[in-house]
DNA sequence: AATAATTATTTTGTGAACAATTTAATTGCG
DNA sequence: CGCAATTAAATTGTTCACAAAATAATTATT
């Protein structure tokens, strides 16, 4: 009978489409709720993220950054163009290897850190799930990560 | 002892960040993954999603195709002119109520549907995880989501 | 019926995201 | 040493994603 055997794995392949887009839909669904936050700092959420990452470690290359957050310099150099044109880093050649851009952050961007103390509590109310079940969800989509990370070319 | 309970209380909060960061950064890694097999469609994963949407249910306004993927309709008009433009969809005016845009497959829309059936299983593969942690996974995105939906302003 | 309110889509402007290419500096190797 | 290979950023071009405003058609209200 293949007719019923196409039907099980046309199951279980329409399920990767439809996680894929549980994943995309639910990234977009967190950018509306962070929005409102954010705009009261002036970020964008690739730029909280940025900052994030800077307030943990300051005076870092853009590569590290890009580490981190898992872009490339094409889509961070302008950001961090924006973040420099906000007053918040500064962006400056590496002297023992000039190569490298150091971005650092500006008093300014030391002291927004204060006001960005506000913005977890939202999204945590916001998420309206357990501490337990958001930690579990956040394991496992690390777990998926790096499975397609190790998949991609 | 309010220091470990702010810690405490800390270790919660930074959570929701670490989530949101999660599905973002593995909505970008789906994305590296659909990215080369969607190249041999000509698609990028939202013309993807709008055509799966399509292939379901032909003939719809762009209303019904951003509700169904959570998109509005400046994100969408481009997006189906460049559809338009490649072929696969017409985009006409509805003659019973001519604020609607209706979109239709063309020939080689529907015929494109023959060469994406090969697409979910590179998906499933690259997961690398089994069914049933799939399904789980997606539900528990869709209830965060809805969630998410909820809280947005 | 005239007009106000609503609805569907498009347009405009900003900011990602990334491939591909370019530039410049450093490292490695014969 | 000298030149090739590598590395870090920046640039260019395409495509999302969305807010806000504009346009045009339909519905509701007085």
């Not at 961090?80 to 971005?103: F, M, N, S």
């Amino acid at each position: 009978m293949p007719k019923s055997r196409d039907a099980a794995s046309d199951t279980a392949l329409k399920l990767s489409n439809q996680l894929c887009f549980a994943v995309y839909s639910t990234a977009l669904a967190f950018n509306a709720v962070y929005k409102p936050l954010l705009e009261r700092l002036g970020l964008t959420y690739p730029q909280y993220l940025a900052m994030l990452a800077l307030w943990e470690q300051d005076d870092v290359p853009v590569k590290e950054i890009g580490r981190l957050l898992h872009l490339d310099s094409g889509t961070l150099t302008p950001l961090l163009k924006r973040l420099e044109t906000a007053g918040l880093v500064t962006r400056t050649r590496h002297r023992e290897d000039e190569r490298q851009v150091r971005i650092t952050l500006t008093a300014a961007g030391r002291a927004l850190r204060e006001q960005a103390k506000a913005v977890p509590l939202g999204i945590f109310e916001a998420c309206g799930l357990s501490t337990p079940t958001l930690l579990k969800l956040k394991d496992e989509l690390i777990t998926l990560r790096e499975r397609l990370d190790a998949a991609a070319p």
